[in-house]
Nanobody, 122 residues
């Protein structure tokens, strides 16, 4: 399984970005696709997950109502639409995949993308 993340960048507070994670070597609908993020000096934290081709969706409380995770089964791609960005959203964002049910524990994932930097200026 290979994951390719893209879409990060620099944005002002209140702005928007859309991250993409293209997956190959797996059947998207059979995997949980998850976004994590890691800020400098902090542990990697769960952001959002989508399972069963979109049948189940989960969010961290800190992003609920601002971020939207979605998937395109035909393209084997998961997206993270981020609106209302705040400086505290600044981090490297990683997509990850695991077979079966979702987990908020990054140690439960063995497939990882390379990370994409999101920087939100105040």
């Amino acid at each position: 399984v290979q994951l390719q993340a893209s879409g990060g960048g620099l944005v002002q507070a209140g702005g928007s970005l859309r991250l993409s994670c293209a997956a190959s070597g797996c059947t998207f609908s059979a995997y949980t696709m998850t976004w994590f993020r890691q800020a400098p000096g902090k542990e990697r934290e769960f952001v959002a997950a989508i399972s069963w081709g979109g049948g189940s969706i989960y969010y961290a409380d800190s992003v609920k109502g601002r971020f939207t995770i979605s998937g395109d089964n035909a393209k084997n791609t998961v997206y993270l639409q981020m609106n209302g960005l705040k400086p505290e959203d600044t981090a490297v964002y990683y997509c990850a995949a695991r077979s079966g049910t979702y987990s908020r524990d990054f140690q439960a994932y063995i497939y990882w993308g390379q990370g994409t930097q999101v920087t939100v200026s105040s």
